[in-house]
């Protein structure tokens, strides 16, 4: 059982470069997120997507672009990366709704490391 | 005040021991919770959900004290694979989003 995919999961790359992250889901979720997750800060939300099509800013969405032209995929976009952008980026995935008393659980990928020097 | 804050640790238990953990929240409306695990240099996974007052769920009892506006997470007869990050995550139903606390780090000792 595949779950949620990000490739590629560790990359180098220098002030200004671009890059893209994939995430693939193979769950039949409508919600997919991107999350960053630094040393003392927890997770913080990137951006989101509620369907095919839609995305949406979350906390921390500066310097970042994201697309979800299929239902199955979510691509993170950095267009000019910055040392402050090195971190540990999650991709996630659920159902749909968040509604009370649902169990909350997201999907999370693996994990991609981004170093930016 | 942040929406969720959680002591980071790190808590080192014996193993066979018991050990519990709080989280703070500010929005005094909540009235769920979710308890996440993440391994070290992994994804986070699901551990419980807690509606109401609480949830057990075998070694594992989460309790919400509203009056207080805190969360425990409280482990019994540890053992040396509870050793992992444990997050505290706020839903917010009117924009799908979770919110995540820094997490508190458990090591289980020998």
Known sequence: NAGVTQTPKFRVLKTGQSMTLLCAQDMNHEYMYWYRQDPGMGLRLIHYSVGEGTTAKGEVPDGYNVSRLKKQNFLLGLESAAPSQTSVYFCASSPGLLREYDTGELFFGEGSRLTVL | ?110
């Open chain 2, 1 to 110: 005040r942040k929406e969720v804050e959680q002591d980071p640790g790190p808590f080192n238990v014996p193993e066979g021991a018991t050990v519990a953990f709080n989280c703070t929240y500010s929005n005094s409306a909540s009235q769920s919770f979710f308890w996440y695990r993440q391994d070290c240099r992994k994804e986070p996974k699901l551990l419980m959900s807690v509606y109401s007052s609480g949830n057990e769920d075998g070694r594992f009892t989460a309790q919400l004290n509203r009056a207080s506006q805190y969360i425990s997470l409280l482990i019994r007869d540890s053992k040396l694979s509870d050793s992992a990050t444990y997050l505290c995550v706020l839903p917010n139903f009117g924009n799908e989003k979770l919110t995540f606390g820094t997490g508190t780090r458990l090591t289980i000792i020998p």
